[in-house]
């Protein structure tokens, strides 16, 4: 038997985290001095936070250190039981190294137990694909050592595409360079990010106009995506719900899945994309992140 970690950055709902006894180890971020975590999206008045963002309200953030790994881990591998973490991407945060060092740290204490790390090189709801995935296979009876490697295995068919207002916010906190960031600041042309094969969130093309980008993801998914009858296809957004049902509309028209789940992204991820920002993650072949 073993428990399923992630971190906030999964953004899985509340109540699915809970109904599929997932464990989250939460990232936190400082706003206006103070120091606050985001356990249940649900609650989450991302309204007025994105809203401050829009006014200028600076968000700072910082990868899990390996002791918040450790005391989350500790509970389980003391009760006889193996542990299956699933990180947000290496490529964008550092909190999969300090995954490592626990581990690291954990695996001579309790020598019979698996401590299993997959750094899923996506976040948000990519990192959630993950995730739901791993329950899948604990739920079919997998070993943890079992699931790591399906799960390792598949990691390039999942794509992860993202629209923006503009860059400068992953600017801002070095999530992408200056001179990627010119692109949006004139003429209403919007960005589209994708994460990359090593994980990072990189420039993929621009567009003119919000509408524009929607119709873009969903020829993206219409065009790269495979099996969509059986597949879950995800929406996360930070402060327009409206674009995210839009975009799941444009969806279900041009091929659709077994269903879509949309949320509001969790604080510490929205803070780099920024107002405006709504992305979808989906599987295809393998190798599709290239594309």
Do not use: W
């Not at 997932?22 to 706003?31: G, L, W």
């Not at 906190?173 to 990010?193: D, E, H, W, Y």
């Not at 919000?210 to 929406?235: D, F, R």
């Amino acid at each position: 038997m073993f428990t399923i970690f992630t971190d906030t950055s999964a953004n899985l709902p509340t109540p699915y985290v809970k109904k599929h006894n997932v464990q989250v180890i939460p990232f936190t971020y400082f706003m206006e001095g103070v120091e606050h975590c985001c356990l249940d999206t649900e609650t989450f008045d991302s309204q007025t936070y994105f809203a401050k963002i829009k006014q200028g309200v600076e968000v700072t953030t910082s990868q899990i250190p390996p002791q918040r790994y450790i005391e989350s881990f500790t509970p389980v591998l003391e009760r006889g039981e193996d542990v299956l973490f699933v990180s947000m991407s290496s490529g964008i945060s550092g909190s999969y190294a300090s995954a490592v060092i626990a581990a690291e740290q954990l695996r001579p204490e309790y020598p019979e137990r698996k401590i299993c790390l997959v750094d899923t090189l996506a976040a948000s709801l990519g990192e959630g694909i993950i995730v739901m995935d791993a329950i899948a296979l604990r739920d079919a009876g997998k070993e943890a050592d079992e699931a790591e490697k399906i799960l390792k295995d598949s990691l390039q068919s999942l794509y992860q595409t993202v629209l923006l207002d503009d860059l400068k916010h992953l600017h801002r906190t070095g999530r992408i360079s200056g001179k990627a960031a010119v692109i949006g600041s004139v003429l209403n042309i919007k960005p589209i990010l994708k994460g990359s094969p090593e994980g990072q969130l990189v420039v993929s093309g621009k567009v003119r106009g919000k509408k524009n980008g929607l119709q873009h993801l969903a020829k993206l998914y219409a065009e790269l995506s495979t099996n969509q009858s059986e597949q879950t296809v995800c929406i996360a957004y930070t402060d327009s719900s409206e674009d995210a049902d839009c975009l799941a509309k444009l969806i279900k028209a041009a091929a659709p899945p077994k269903d879509i789940m949309i949320v509001c992204y969790e604080p510490v991820t929205g803070s780099h994309l920024g107002p405006g920002s709504i992305a979808l993650f989906f599987k295809g072949a393998d190798g599709v992140r290239e594309k």
